[in-house]
C-alpha cells in the first residue's frame, strides 16, 4: 500500500513549506529588481554572447571602484599556479601632477590582448597566436625556446620569463573559464567588481587597430604601438596629466651576457674578416682571428635560451621577426665561412667572401631586432654607431690604426651621450651601473693610450673588453616601459 499526504500530516507540511521556499538566487533577483541602485553593483563580469566580426574581448578596469587589496593578483597567482615570484596581473599607483589638485590612483593592470600585439609579432618560433573570434592572445608553452624577445618587445611588461620552466608565460584572460562560461580569476577574486571583460570595436587585419584608445591609461606607454584593449573608466573623471608612482624609480636591467659575446664577438670577427679578405691585408693569424671570434659569437647566441633543444624552430617567424632573420643569416654565415676556410682554391675563396658579406646582413638583423622595440637608448642613432662602430674599429685596427682610433673616440662621444643626468639612462650609469660605466671608458682609454705607439694583442684586448662592457651598459641601462606598478624585470 502506497502512502499518501493525508496518512502522513506532517510530511505534507514539510513539502509545502519547501515549495514556498526562494532560493538565494531567487531573492537576489527580486531584491535587484526592486532596488535598481543595486544595477551598477551587480552587474555582468562577462559577456553573454561571442564577440561579433570587429569585436573582440578585453579587460575594463573600473578606477573608482578599484582599491588595490590586490585580490585579483593573488586569484590569478592562485588559480594558473604560478612561480613565487611570478605575476600576470600587478597592481600599481598614479599620481596628478597638477600644482594643488594632489590626486592619487590604484591601477590594476595584466595583458592587454592588444589588437596588434608585439609579443607575437617579433616572435621568432610563433609561439604566440590571436585568437580569430574572441581576440585574446595566448602564449604556447609547448612552442616557446626561451629567447626572451616577447618580453623586450612588449611595453607593458607582460611576458614574464620562468627560469623554473625555462619559458615565457603571459596572462590569457584564463580563455578556458570564458569558455565554459566562468569570469577570469582576476575578475572573480575583486571584491568590488571593479574589473570585467567586455567587448570592444576593432579593425581586424596585418595591423590590428582599436577603435577608440581614448580609455586606455594616460600614465602608461603610448597604445600607438601595439593598440592595446583594456579600458579604464572613471566616472569622477582623471586628471590630464598623470605619471605613475615609480616612473623615476631607475630599474637596472638584466645584461644578457650570452647577448653580450653574440654581438660583440660576431661583429670584431665580421670585421677582421672583412679586412683581410677585402682589405688586402694578408695576415693568417688576423684571420683565423676572425673566424673564431664569429664562431665563438655565433655559439654563445644557444646560452641565451631557456630551451636550446628547441632552436631549431627559429626558423619559423622569419617573415616578421628580425631575430629569426638575425639567426638564419648569422648561422648560414658561419657555415659559409667555416666552408671557405676549408676549402682551398678560388672556390673556397670565393665561398669566404660570400660568409662575410652574410655576416654583415647578420649584423644588421641583429640591430634591427633591437631597434624595433623602439625603446629610447636602443634608437638608431645609437645603436647603428654602437654595433656599426665595433665593426668597422676592428675593421681597421690592424691596418690603418690612425683611423680605428678616431673611429672609437667618436664612437666613445656619442655614448656619453646618454650619460645625461636628467634621463634614465643616465640616472642608471651614474648610479646603479657607475662600475660598470667607469670599467667601459677606463677600458677604451688603455686602448686608445696604448695605441699612440702601434696596435699590438694588448692594446686589442683592451678594446675588446671595453666593447663587452659597452654591450653591457647596452642592455642594463637601456629604458624599460611598463605600466605604473609592474616590477619589471630582476636587476
Known amino acids: 500500500m502506497v502512502a499518501s499526504r493525508d496518512t502522513f500530516p506532517l510530511l505534507a507540511e514539510l513539502l509545502a513549506d519547501q515549495q514556498r521556499l526562494q532560493t538565494p538566487i531567487a531573492r537576489f533577483s527580486d531584491l535587484a529588481a526592486i532596488t535598481p541602485a543595486l544595477a551598477p553593483v551587480y552587474r555582468d563580469l562577462i559577456p553573454l554572447t561571442a564577440p561579433a566580426p570587429g569585436e573582440q574581448y578585453a579587460f575594463e578596469v573600473d578606477l573608482d571602484a578599484c582599491s588595490g587589496c590586490k585580490a585579483c593578483v593573488a586569484g590569478c597567482h592562485s588559480l594558473n599556479g604560478l612561480d613565487e615570484n611570478e605575476t600576470w596581473r600587478d597592481v600599481g599607483v598614479v599620481l596628478g601632477t597638477q600644482a594643488g589638485h ?15 600585439p608585439a609579443c607575437m609579432n617579433g616572435c621568432p618560433v610563433l609561439a604566440y597566436e590571436k585568437d580569430p573570434v574572441t581576440g585574446i592572445v595566448r602564449h604556447l608553452d609547448d612552442q616557446c625556446i626561451g629567447c626572451s624577445y616577447c618580453v623586450l618587445k612588449c611595453p607593458y611588461d607582460v611576458p614574464k620569463y620562468s627560469e623554473r620552466l625555462g619559458i615565457v608565460r603571459k596572462c590569457d584572460m584564463c580563455h578556458g573559464r570564458l569558455a565554459a562560461g566562468e ?9 568590488t567588481h571593479a574589473i570585467r571583460i567586455v567587448k570592444v570595436p576593432v579593425e581586424n587585419g596585418p595591423h590590428g587597430r582599436v577603435t577608440d584608445t581614448t580609455h586606455f591609461l594616460a600614465a602608461a606607454p603610448s597604445p600607438n604601438y601595439t593598440q592595446p584593449t583594456t579600458r579604464y573608466v572613471s566616472r569622477r573623471g582623471l586628471p590630464k596629466k598623470l605619471v605613475a608612482a615609480d616612473t623615476a624609480t631607475p630599474r637596472a636591467q ?3 651576457w650570452p647577448l653580450v659575446f653574440l654581438l660583440v664577438f660576431t661583429q670584431i670577427g665580421a670585421g677582421l674578416l672583412a679586412a683581410q679578405v677585402f682589405g688586402g691585408a694578408e695576415s693568417p693569424a688576423v684571420l683565423w682571428s676572425g673566424a673564431v671570434f664569429f664562431a665563438l659569437g655565433v655559439g654563445a647566441s644557444v646560452a641565451h635560451l631557456g630551451q636550446p633543444l628547441r632552436a631549431w624552430r627559429i626558423f619559423l617567424g622569419w617573415r616578421k621577426s628580425w631575430l629569426s632573420r638575425e639567426a638564419l643569416v648569422l648561422g648560414a654565415a658561419a657555415g659559409a665561412i667555416a666552408g671557405g676556410l676549408a676549402l682551398p682554391g678560388e672556390g673556397g675563396e670565393r665561398l669566404l667572401q660570400a660568409g662575410i658579406l652574410a655576416a654583415f646582413a647578420g649584423i644588421f638583423c641583429s640591430a634591427m631586432i633591437y631597434v624595433d622595440t ?14 656599426g662602430g665595433t665593426v668597422a674599429i676592428a675593421a681597421t685596427w690592424w691596418t690603418l690604426p690612425a683611423l680605428a682610433v678616431t673611429l672609437l673616440l667618436g664612437k666613445l662621444i656619442v655614448e656619453m651621450a646618454t650619460l645625461a643626468p636628467g634621463s634614465i639612462q643616465g640616472k642608471l650609469q651614474r648610479g646603479p651601473l657607475r662600475r660598470l660605466c667607469f670599467g667601459r671608458f677606463a677600458f677604451a682609454a688603455i686602448a686608445l693610450a696604448s695605441m699612440t705607439t702601434a696596435p699590438s694583442a694588448f692594446t686589442f684586448a683592451m678594446f675588446v673588453t671595453g666593447e663587452l662592457l659597452e654591450r653591457a651598459l647596452y642592455f642594463r641601462a637601456v629604458d624599460a616601459p611598463k605600466m605604473p606598478g609592474m616590477g619589471g624585470q630582476p636587476k
Open 374 to 387: 623602439r625603446r629610447r637608448l636602443w634608437a638608431g642613432e645609437q645603436t647603428w654607431v654602437r654595433m
Open 254 to 256: 638584466p645584461a644578457h
Open 183 to 191: 569570469a577570469p580569476a582576476c575578475v572573480q577574486a575583486c571584491p
Open 102 to 116: 594632489p590626486f592619487q590612483q590604484t591601477i590594476t593592470s595584466a595583458c592587454h590582448h592588444c589588437a596588434d
